[in-house]
């Protein structure tokens, strides 16, 4: 192999992984924007006449969501 193929092939292998970043941080933006979305609808929902078992399953959800993403998003940065 050559200096400039060996070059080449660099570039190439770094912009594959420019996009691949580029992909997962998309992907967890929309992960964000979706768990913001759940975290404003228990807020709503937990202000309307609930009884404190709904509200307290509701939580239990919605935490197990948020710590399900963050432990995903936490594994992408190792």
């Known amino acids: 192999m050559t200096d400039k193929s060996i070059q080449d092939e660099l570039a190439h292998r770094r912009d594959e992984l420019r996009l691949q970043l580029h992909l997962a941080s ?15 609808k228990f ?13 307290g399953e509701a939580a239990r959800h919605l935490g197990l969501k948020l710590k399900t993403a963050f432990d995903r998003m936490h594994k992408g940065k190792g």
């Open 43 to 55: 807020v709503s929902r937990s202000q309307l006449d609930k009884s404190a078992e709904e509200v």
């Open 26 to 40: 998309m992907e967890a933006k929309e992960e964000w924007d979706e768990l913001t979305h759940e975290w404003d």
